[in-house]
């Protein structure tokens, strides 16, 4: 059977018994310009499902502002336990109040949006996030900055976009908090061929380690630049440098404070056998998603056998998942940040080795 056969599947036995049947609901586009992103978190939470034998139930997410009233409504007509998925922040502006009368907690694979987290927690609504929180790209990499590069001369440029202004900023002002100043702030003009102008102000600067709010391929061309100067320079840039390997290609050192491919973590093992019994590649969202099913099942086994509400669990337990243990703190965020720091090698991200090493 192939995976879009076992959705249809598990969808229509879903709707037929939602009277009698408990389960979960997964929120994700299945038309429309986002629909590529809705089939890898179907495709996820689907595979997690039956590899237990248990069953979904599909709602469409059209993304659309108003779409969360009635998104809400066909999850609690369903009888579900939990919804999990939700690409858009339209979908859970308007659904999580009525989940919440319902007692369905909601687990967001992608969301960020600060504000409706903090809503949330105000009103008492069982929201959790399995993403990122919004802070936690430029927190990573300051706790990355302050490890590793003690002492060191640091520049901060950024490319005049909003994310790598904000992002940027956000790191300079973390830094300064601790008492370190760069030595070196600019903005450069993205998408250029060269970027040797760059490089020489930075040299002239003092700078030996820079963070670049940009694009993969500007930081690859800043890269490249500076080793054809013989300028020596460390290079690092946040989680757009998760992207195709081109037109210029990343020099072997380059760093990223990014969302490690948990394909290659050991807990993924079972998740991947999963996934390739029912030809799907772990790709985008796909671990997200099936991790959230995994998540979801475990929290609400562990409440009914405790008597309790599964928003409590998903509150205070640790959960084993494909994509690794995953807790949730008081805020209802992700208790780890999920960024890691990253060194481009032979072709992909990986792990650096300890320093000394």
């Keep these: 059977m192939t995976i879009r056969l076992a959705l249809t599947a598990l969808s229509f036995l879903s709707v037929a018994s939602h009277s009698v049947a408990e389960g979960i609901a997964v929120v994700a586009p299945q038309s429309g310009p986002y629909a590529v992103l809705g089939e890898q978190i179907r495709d996820g939470a689907a595979a997690a499902a039956s590899a237990v034998g248990q069953n979904i139930f599909l709602v469409n997410e059209s993304c659309e502002a108003g779409s969360g009233g009635d998104i809400a409504a066909r ?9 999990i998925g939700f690409l858009c922040s339209e979908s859970l502006d308007g659904a999580l109040p009525a989940l919440a009368e319902a007692a369905i907690p909601a687990i967001t694979v992608s969301v960020r949006w600060k504000v409706l ?15 990122p929180a919004p802070d936690d790209e430029a927190e990573k990499l300051v706790e990355v900055i302050l490890a590793n590069w003690p002492g060191s001369p640091i520049a901060l440029i950024e490319d005049g976009t909003i994310h790598g202004r904000e992002l940027v900023e956000s790191v300079r002002a973390g830094l300064e908090e601790r008492g370190l100043t760069p030595v070196f702030t600019d903005t450069f003009r993205p998408g250029q061929e060269q970027q040797l102008a760059l490089v020489r102000r930075l040299k002239t600067a003092g700078a030996t380690h820079v963070l670049v709010g940009g694009d993969r391929n500007d930081v690859s061309i800043i890269a490249r630049d500076a080793a054809a100067e013989s300028i020596p320079l460390t290079v690092i840039g ?5 992207a195709l390997d081109e037109p210029v290609p990343l020099a072997d050192g380059v760093l990223a404070v990014a969302l490690p491919d948990h394909a290659g973590d ?6 991947l056998a999963a996934l ?14 099936f991790a959230a099913v995994e998540i979801a099942l475990a929290a609400a086994t562990t409440a009914t056998d405790r008597k309790l509400p599964i928003a409590d669990i998903l509150a205070s337990n640790t959960f084993e998942t494909a994509i690794g243990p995953i807790r949730f703190g008081p805020d209802h965020e992700l208790a780890e940040n999920p960024y890691r720091l990253l060194e481009w090698q032979n072709g992909r991200f990986v792990e650096p080795a300890p320093q000394g090493q």
Aim: charged share 20%; proline share 6%.
């Design 238 to 242: 946040g989680d757009a440098m998760r």
């Design 75 to 83: 999850i609690v007509e369903a009888g579900v336990d939990t919804a």
């Design 266 to 271: 050991t807990t993924a093992a079972a998740a």
């Design 276 to 289: 390739a019994a029912v030809d799907v590649a772990p790709q985008g969202y796909v671990l997200p998603a």
């Design 117 to 131: 987290m903090e809503d949330a927690l105000k009103k008492g609504w069982p929201f959790f996030r399995l993403a």
